[in-house]
């Protein structure tokens, strides 16, 4: 049962072994043809003790010694293209499945990557492709030479002892039921093992990268015990399966050697008594010597084979996840040229797992070049809202309209291209400003670049870092100031004059003075763009043409800023609790040291 899904999880292998199949095949038959050089020897040592050695024929005896020889010289030759044959391909394998993981994840829904830790992700990009690398270079290969070398060894011992060759079959017996019971066992172990380094790659991920927060908080003791625990937790797993595997190992090195010393007494004994010669005996016990490698490594070739196929199930368990936000089986063309119109008709959506609707029918119009602003509650669905229009997530109910055509209908390259977006949490990237900035335009040059910047306010401190728009930004954007970051990742949504801008709160990391002069450039852009703005301060409110309040699930008010305070309690409400925290706020945007 266990080495049937064995062998179904690793057959999925298949569309990527398929290419590099004939050099594979090569590299098996290498392998065998130097296991059978290797084999061959025995027999001319069988033949040396028999012929020349027991009639002191010196020219038999250079013509065999030299056979010894050139069979020696080919198995080394085909071990040597062994590894030539089977270097490329698997690398190969490798680079293939790494390159469509990595595609994949790309394509999956941001709910996805909400729900699976990133150490998970990494150690099945890393690890367990490194795993599945390995077992088709090397454990796939030689289990299969391994067991053909030690059938056909069976084959030639039956051929030239009966006795040792019956000998050997009862050794055999026992030590292929044994490593089938043991096969499940070490398979189960091997991924729980697995599962374990993902969670701990997460921990070492999360600590590392929140590393200001838990020395601020004072957590790095109790960071700490959890990773001890965790890690012990891993120890644990892993005795368990060296325990297996030394369990094993043990079985399959004492049988072969109760099989050598039986072979070796018997043999003795009936070459004393005249009914086996001696060439047959050395012959028998050089052939059962030879087999021991074969026979050795079957166990550590079958714990290899059930981490690969651990490996392999859970690298299958990503890539199996459905793509829910993918291009259209036939897109339709935007309009040309691209006004901007926005429009929510009855647009609903619902987390995967989750009981309620965080949107339950927002109907909301937003005319070409006009700005409005979203405001709502936390928790009311403003920043699930803003993911919907450039399809990170998909709606659940209802249709969301570009220039009259469903956004489901257009293919995602173009419409990412027509919609741009700054998010709250401003992501930056390990790579150059430049990079950074022309992310969603990398054919956009110097003018346009410092155009952007200085649409966002950015020109003067990027100039003023140590290699201006070629410096390289640490991990996350770590080494610059929360404003910093925020309005690099402002400059990057302006960038390449899209038709449609979605901010999801873009302002809110600067302090008074940097918000201002933010503020003055984004009206200029905003005169050109159709935007929707998620606004947490009342000074983005006023950016707006009209402002939309969002609550339990739909649109409950639609009109200008002072219309709406004027006739709307809920949203004088709401503002005033906005307007609190406005003024209290301390300055946020000075550079925090690296």
């Not at 015990?225 to 891993?234: D, P, V």
Request: hydrophobic fraction near 50%.
């Amino acid at each position: 049962m266990s080495a049937h899904v064995s062998l179904a999880v690793l057959g999925r292998l298949a569309p990527y072994i398929r290419p590099v199949l004939g050099r594979l095949l090569g590299a098996v038959a290498a392998a065998l043809g130097a296991m059978l050089a290797g084999l061959g020897i025995p027999l001319l040592i069988q033949r040396i003790v028999d012929g020349p050695v027991a009639h002191q024929d010196r020219c038999a005896l250079v013509l065999l010694s030299g056979g010894v020889l050139a069979l020696g010289m080919i198995e080394a030759g085909l071990i040597y293209c062994r590894r030539m044959l089977v270097a490329r391909p698997s690398t190969d394998i490798e680079k293939r499945m790494r390159a469509d993981f990595y595609y994949h994840l790309q394509h999956l829904p941001v709910a996805f990557h909400d729900r699976w830790p990133s150490g998970q992700l990494l150690s099945r990009a890393i690890s367990d492709l490194t795993t599945i690398r390995r077992f088709v270079a090397f454990s796939g290969i030689f289990l299969v030479v391994n067991a053909l070398t030690v059938l056909i060894g069976l084959v030639v011992l039956l051929v030239i002892a009966p006795v040792f060759g019956m000998l050997t079959v009862i050794m055999a017996v026992p030590m292929v039921v044994l490593c089938q019971r043991h096969e499940r066992r070490y398979r189960l172990t091997a991924r729980r093992a697995q599962d374990q380094v993902g969670d701990l790659a997460t921990i070492v991920e999360e600590s590392t990268l929140g590393i200001r927060v838990l020395k601020s908080f004072g957590h790095g003791p109790r960071a700490t015990r959890k990773f001890l625990a965790q890690a012990r937790e891993l120890r644990r797993t892993e005795l368990t399966r060296a325990y297996l595997l030394a369990t094993l190992w043990t079985l399959i090195i004492a049988l072969p050697e109760l099989t050598l010393a039986a072979m070796l007494a018997i043999g003795g004994y009936a070459v004393a008594a005249g009914s086996l010669s001696l060439g047959t005996v050395v012959g028998a016990v050089t052939i059962l010597s030879y087999l021991r490698w074969p026979l050795d490594t079957l166990g550590w070739l079958v714990a290899d084979t059930s981490n690969a196929a651990a490996a392999s199930a859970r690298y299958w368990e990503v890539r199996d996840s459905v793509t829910a936000v993918a291009d259209p089986p036939a897109p339709r063309p935007p309009a040309h040229p691209v006004r901007g119109a926005l429009q929510l008709e009855g647009v609903r959506f619902q987390y995967p797992g989750a009981g309620t609707e965080v949107l339950r029918g927002v109907d909301l119009e937003i005319r070409p070049g006009e700005t409005v602003a979203l405001v709502g509650a936390t928790g009311s669905g403003k920043t699930t809202l803003t993911a919907l229009i450039p399809r990170l997530a998909d709606v659940t109910g209802g249709r969301i309209l570009l220039d009259g055509v469903d956004v489901r209908e257009l293919a995602l390259a173009q419409l990412r291209t027509i919609v741009a977006s700054a998010f709250e949490d401003a992501v930056l990237f390990s790579v150059s400003v430049r990079e950074n900035v022309t992310l969603g335009a990398p054919e956009a040059g110097e003018d346009e670049v410092r155009r952007a910047l200085r649409v966002a306010h950015a020109e003067e401190f990027v100039d003023a870092l140590p290699w201006g728009l070629d410096t390289r930004i640490g991990e996350r954007g770590l080494t610059l100031s929360g404003g910093q970051r925020q309005r690099l990742a402002l400059a990057r949504a302006v960038l390449g004059n899209p038709a449609v801008l979605v901010l999801d709160d873009p302002l809110s990391a600067l302090d008074v003075h940097t918000e201002a002069e933010v503020e003055a450039a984004l009206r200029r852009v905003l005169r050109d763009v159709t935007a929707l703005v998620v606004a947490h301060r009342p000074s983005t409110v006023r950016l707006a043409d009209r402002v939309a309040l969002l609550a339990e699930g739909r649109i409950a008010a639609m009109g200008t800023h002072a219309e709406l305070l004027a006739e709307v309690p809920r949203y004088r409400r709401l503002l005033s609790t906005l307007e609190a925290p406005a003024r209290h706020a301390p300055a946020r945007d000075a550079a925090v040291p690296p």
